[in-house]
């Protein structure tokens, strides 16, 4: 049982370039989120979707677009990187109603130069 | 290594001691608490979780504790080992919320 998985681990973006980061979960979650990372300013929301087709947006959505075409998996986009978007990416999941812990993958290290 | 918290409050405990790890909650809607340990180049990990009506819970060596008069929680680990050094984040949730609001975090360091 693999639990969230986000490819790829690393990337190095040149600033303008864009990019897709993939989350997949195998717990048959319905919700899933996108969370940035930075020093000092723990865990921010981006996007999140409460099922497949459906999404929303968090506290932080500027210069990030997402999609859940699938349960499985929730796609967030970078159109033209910037250096700001440096961070740490996760992904979380977790099933359907309040009150449920959200499962995380290890990460996605990006750098925008 | 995981630039994450250069800035966190940090605790550092003795092997074998128990750890007290407070986190101030901002809701008083909040009715889901749940405490995550982030170790280097990892996701948050969960660790336990507590619901409004209990006002404490165990789980293999650590406890939750919960005060919602003063919207206090607090995780306390247990003789405490070297494979606990971590950053701990609490999360709040309340009924209806699809989010979780996370702290800041607080870094556990353990000296042998």
């Known amino acids: 049982n693999a639990g969230v998985t986000q490819t790829p681990k690393f990337r190095v973006l040149k600033t303008g370039q864009s990019m897709t980061l993939l989350c997949a979960q195998d717990?048959?979650?319905?919700?899933m989120y996108w969370y940035r990372q930075d020093p000092g300013m723990g865990l921010r929301l981006i996007h999140y979707?409460?099922?497949?087709?459906?999404?929303a947006k968090g506290e932080v959505p500027d210069g990030y677009n997402v999609s859940r075409l699938k349960k499985q998996n929730f796609l967030l986009g970078l159109e033209s990187a910037a250096p700001s978007q440096t961070s740490v990416y996760f992904c979380?999941?977790?099933?359907?109603?309040?009150?449920?812990?959200?499962?995380f993958g290890d990460g996605t290290r990006l750098s925008i130069l | 290594g995981e630039s994450v918290g250069l800035h966190l409050p940090t605790l550092s405990v003795q092997e074998g001691d128990n750890s007290i790890i407070n986190c101030a909650y901002s809701?008083?809607?909040?009715?889901?608490f749940i405490w995550y340990k982030q170790e280097s180049g990892k996701g948050p990990q969960f660790i336990i979780d507590?619901?409004?009506?209990?006002d404490k819970r165990q789980g293999q060596r650590v406890t939750v504790l919960l005060n919602k008069t003063v919207k206090h929680l607090s995780l306390q680990i247990a003789a405490t080992q070297p494979g606990d050094s971590a950053v701990y984040f609490c999360?709040?949730?309340?009924?209806?919320?699809?989010?979780?609001?996370f702290g800041s975090g607080t870094r556990l360091l353990v000296r042998p």
């Open positions: 979380a999941s977790t099933h359907m109603g309040s009150n449920q812990p959200q499962h």
């Open positions: 717990m048959n979650h319905e919700y």
């Open positions: 979707s409460v099922g497949e087709g459906t999404t």
């Open positions: 809701n008083s809607a909040s009715d889901y």
């Open positions: 507590i619901r409004s009506n209990m």
């Open positions: 999360a709040e949730n309340f009924f209806g919320s699809y989010k979780l609001i």
